[in-house]
């Protein structure tokens, strides 16, 4: 393995500069030609497309898309449901009990069901939702006060709203417990003058700043509107988050016998934590609460209802999540006019209903800005791939199994290992903020930004290359739980060209550039494969070596860092 480690310590260390300096945004498209054929797609087309909608490309898949055709291959997955988390759970702690009786759940568990659906699961651009939500509809299982099985309730309700309304989405949020735990509107109480208590106004901001509206008003195409002097105009004020804090009053948890001691969450229901909140009337604000220019003096759900629907039809709701969830899928910097076409699919998806998410991916997905591969060719366009993403990509496209079946890779949160786990982030701002721009980069310069270079420094990309080397190598996990045996690049380990090739077809959808080809080529053909007078197994160590290097060195090349 002296090869193997000889390219990490060469790799590792440029890594981070070299991505530095080739990542950024997209240039407007001119026009909007309808997506390939079937029948004309490429391998390469194919794996840039799963590149963007799945955790990785499987040959499987890559046939499925050129069978179906990009607008088929969605289709099916929108009509295809997700596996529960939630019923992973619960069988997991009725397989617990069996020998300890008093056993709880912790993380890991929801760890487990997370690493089982991406590496496995069919649902795939569901599963790519459900993460890319989660990071805009933040709770955190670092709160201790979050439950997991509440957690992965909410992680299924993510799911299962992925390509509704994006009303039923937001409402669903909203009363879900755990999103009242964590930002703190559940037990919230009204307003009392004579003790100087108001209502808590945690979940109000947020609800607005980071899922619906964000901070300006927005033109139709993501861009800030701006006043005199050419100063942004705010999108709310502080007496807005005020009066939209009165109707997030009386939730609390779910009880089929409400009471005082139930609002408080004593004697709670087995399935409170998983339910939707309900009202409990006594610690309602009956006040008229006014917010975003309107004002309402209803009963709880009533309020509710009419604040929702308020927010729901504010004109950056559009842009703003369009936005959102391109640059979780596609590329960074989106140009104005691809926000602007996704937002007007959000405002009517051609049949008068606002906010179908459906059409949404759809229109994110199918556009010219993300198909074409000239745009995808230009120095500003793509992103940096999260490193859930790219631990998945491993066990997705290499067939990772799990010696135990439950995939039991216990929390990756550390910087010296992924940076991240699931349902994880250091706090409601995610674990990076949508508009960060990386300081004394050419990206800065440009005015570009690249969200999830936050979590990147030399610290987090040396233990990535670390993390990646054991998990390629000898497994990742409880006792290695986790691992490969590369039977399709073993198969063609005597090949360095054609270990190469297949590198590039499956992390780099036909793009990697001749440096990296000579180096992995260079590389792979230094493991010597034994001659007259070996055994079988030290040639199918030498084969097996040939393959992981492969496989390493292209995953911690800044080529497949950025996705492009």
Known sequence: ?????????????????????????????????????????????????????????????????????????????IATSSPSHLNYLDNRLAQLRLTQPTASLNPNHFYESFWLYSATGNTQLRERMKLALSEIFVISMVDPNVDVRGAGAYYDMLGANAFGNFRTLLEQVTLHPMMGIYLTHLANQREDPATGRNPDENYAREVMQLMTTGVDQLNLDGTVRTGGGGAAIPAYTAE??????????????????????????????????????????????????????????SDGPGDLQFALNTIFNHPNVGPFIGRQLIKRLVTSNPSPAYVQRVATVFNNNGAGVRGDMAAVVRAILLDNEARDTTVAAGPAFGKVRE??????????????????????????????????????????????????????????????????????????????????????????????????????????????????????????????????????????????????????????????????????????????????
């Open 1 to 77: 393995m002296s090869t193997f480690l000889r390219v990490r310590a060469f790799i590792a260390p440029v890594a981070l500069a070299l991505a530095l300096a080739s990542c950024g945004g997209s240039g407007d498209s001119s026009g909007q030609p309808p997506p390939p054929t079937a029948a004309s797609l490429s391998d390469a087309e194919a794996v840039r497309f799963l590149t963007q909608t799945s955790f990785g490309a499987t040959d499987a898949d890559i046939n499925t898309v050129k069978q179906l055709g990009y607008r088929g291959w969605l289709d099916q997955q």
């Open 387 to 564: 490193p859930m993403v790219r631990m998945a990509n491993w066990m997705r496209t290499f067939g990772a199994t799990s010696v135990s079946g439950r995939y039991q890779l216990n929390s990756t949160s550390a910087n010296t290992s992924l940076g991240q786990s699931p349902l994880a982030s250091p706090s409601v701002f995610n674990f990076y903020r949508p508009g960060y721009v990386p300081p004394n980069t050419r990206l800065g310069a440009a005015g570009l930004t690249a969200p999830e270079f936050q979590i990147v420094d030399e610290v987090t990309v040396a233990g990535y290359a670390n993390t990646m080397q054991t998990a390629i190598g000898t497994g990742i996990g409880t006792a290695s739980d986790v691992r490969s045996a590369y039977l399709s690049e073993v198969a063609i380990a005597t090949d360095a060209v054609a270990l190469v090739n297949r590198m590039d077809r499956m992390l780099l959808y036909g793009q990697m550039s001749a440096a990296l080809r000579a180096a992995l080529t260079d590389s792979i053909n230094s493991i010597a494969i034994p001659g007259a007078g070996a055994t079988q197994p030290q040639i199918d160590t030498a084969l097996l070596n040939r393959a992981r290097l492969a496989v390493y060195m292209t995953m911690v090349s800044p080529e497949y860092l950025i996705q492009r």
């Open 240 to 297: 807005d988050i005020s009066g939209l804090a009165r109707v997030f009053t009386g939730l609390s948890w779910y009880s089929p016998t409400p009471t005082n001691q139930a609002f408080f969450g004593r004697n709670r229901d087995p399935d409170a934590s998983i339910r939707s909140m309900i009202f409990y009337p006594i610690y309602r604000s009956t006040s008229t609460k006014t917010f975003l220019g309107v004002s309402t003096a």
